[in-house]
């Protein structure tokens, strides 16, 4: 088999972790495996080098700054190959110029256009371990790009697309995926399988275990993925497509995710693209609105509320500030105090009333809910962020999501 074996920041935290991920795909070698190993940069690198870049230079130039910030998993690389050179283990590690991996010019969230497998493919055959970096590209000229945070998942799969491996292992310091954040609730269960689909909604709402780019990527191409521990052997999980899961159970998981602000803009004098107006200059300055509640009343009047994140509250208070003064609105009012649960399953679609029942739960433990979106597999709720974790708790037991022990 051909395994892409990807190794995220506490994985690779410090030598010693290192050494063990040394180990570890010498195992899978030794098993008779061809090994390609992607690792992240140690945990907080990535931080600590983009503090550096804003210490320095108040707007950091962003090609300055992708070739600053991928050096944590440069480095990594090269360190794990010295590793396993000295117990020689035959190896290779290669940088995205010497690969080479293509992306487009988008610096710091660049998107990767093509992988040339060829010397990939050449190291492998002549028995080489092969060690690539995540997060990093390189543009036609020559650059050095980055793909966004959390993009090491990103690149493994993509490698592992590229390369048509026959698995793909992304491996961190939590057993797998669960149903809800062990931080949040006390007793979650491990999912020992779960779709493409869910895992991209769940990671989309807040689920760290992997990025949502590499959950869409592994399933255009079908790359079958585990998750897993590089702290113990315990199988994981595994992300499949949906005919594969076993049981069609009703909700796969509840996230929480406290990183949205809420902007509201009532009474805004009703007239046809209204709503274009107030977004189009969110969108011009590149932010992203999540959840959006409009409400057209009889009088003539629009009522408006949006999440945007919290990092770009401001921006977005003084754009809609804007907007509305220009059109005659009421108040921009904004609450950073909320926070967005999600539930999420495959269920969902089959089975009628799962927001009713969503609703039911939390008006029994007195949560009021101030905003809702759904999708064909979500239910996605805005709560006061003091009443979020109570929430979380009562709807991950309500949907059975409890381990029993
Ligand atoms: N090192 C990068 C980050 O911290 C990429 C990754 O680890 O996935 O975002
Ligand atoms: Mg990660």
């Known amino acids: 088999m051909l395994i892409v074996q990807k190794f995220g920041g506490t994985s690779v935290a410090n030598l010693e972790r290192i050494r063990a991920v040394g180990e570890r795909v010498r195992k899978t070698k030794e098993e008779g495996h061809d090994v390609v190993v992607v690792l992240s940069a140690p945990a907080g690198e990535t931080d600590q080098l983009l503090k550096l870049a804003n210490e320095i230079s108040e707007s950091p130039d962003p090609r300055e700054c992708d070739s600053l910030i991928s050096l944590g998993e440069q480095k990594n690389i090269a360190l794990l190959g010295l590793y396993l050179h000295s117990k020689q283990v035959p190896c290779i590690s290669l940088t995205a110029a010497q690969?080479?991996?293509?992306?487009?010019?988008?610096?710091?969230?660049?998107?990767?256009?093509?992988?040339?497998?060829?010397?990939?493919?050449?190291?492998?055959?002549?028995?080489?371990?092969?060690?690539?970096?995540?997060?990093?590209?390189?543009?036609?000229?020559?650059?050095?790009?980055?793909?966004?945070?959390?993009?090491?998942?990103?690149?493994?799969?993509?490698?592992?697309?590229?390369?048509k491996a026959d698995l793909c292992e992304i491996y961190t310091d939590v057993d797998g995926v669960y149903t809800a954040d062990p931080r949040v609730v006390e007793n979650p269960k491990l999912l020992k399988k779960i779709s493409y689909e869910e895992m991209m909604e769940l990671a989309d709402s807040g689920a760290k275990v992997?990025?949502?780019?590499?959950?869409?990527?592994?399933?255009?191409?079908?790359?079958?993925?585990?998750?897993?521990?590089?702290?113990?052997?315990?199988?994981?999980?595994?992300?499949?497509?949906?005919?594969?899961?076993?049981?069609?159970?009703?909700?796969?998981?509840?996230?929480?995710?406290?990183?949205?602000?809420?902007?509201?803009?009532?009474?805004?004098?009703?007239?046809?693209?209204?709503?274009?107006?107030?977004?189009?200059?969110?969108?011009?300055?590149?932010?992203?609105?999540?959840?959006?509640?409009?409400?057209?009343?009889?009088?003539?009047?629009?009522?408006?509320?949006?999440?945007?994140?919290?990092e770009d509250l401001r921006k977005t208070l003084k754009l809609a500030e804007g907007v509305a003064k220009r059109l005659g609105a009421g108040k921009v009012e904004a609450a950073s105090d909320i926070a967005k649960i999600s539930i999420v399953g495959l269920g969902m679609r089959t089975h009628a009333g799962v927001a009713y029942q969503i609703f039911k739960i939390l008006a029994d433990l007195g949560v009021t809910v101030q905003m809702v979106s759904t999708s064909e597999i979500k239910v996605s709720l805005v709560v006061a962020i003091d009443d979020a974790k109570r929430a979380v708790k009562g709807l991950h037991q309500a949907f059975g999501l409890d381990r029993s022990e």
């Open 99 to 163: 690969i080479p991996i293509l992306s487009n010019k988008d610096h710091g969230k660049a998107r990767i256009l093509h992988i040339v497998p060829d010397r990939i493919r050449k190291e492998l055959k002549s028995g080489k371990i092969v060690i690539l970096p995540g997060f990093q590209g390189i543009t036609d000229e020559g650059d050095t790009t980055t793909l966004g945070r959390g993009g090491s998942d990103t690149s493994a799969v993509a490698f592992a697309a590229a390369l």
């Open 210 to 310: 992997l990025q949502t780019r590499s959950v869409e990527v592994a399933a255009k191409h079908r790359v079958p993925l585990k998750v897993r521990s590089s702290f113990n052997d315990k199988p994981g999980t595994e992300v499949v497509a949906e005919n594969e899961t076993l049981e069609k159970i009703l909700v796969a998981g509840v996230t929480l995710n406290t990183q949205e602000a809420k902007v509201a803009i009532r009474r805004i004098p009703s007239e046809a693209g209204v709503l274009a107006k107030f977004f189009a200059p969110l969108a011009e300055a590149g932010i992203n609105v999540d959840m959006i509640v409009e409400n057209l009343s009889k009088d003539g009047t629009t009522d408006l509320a949006f999440t945007v994140s919290k």
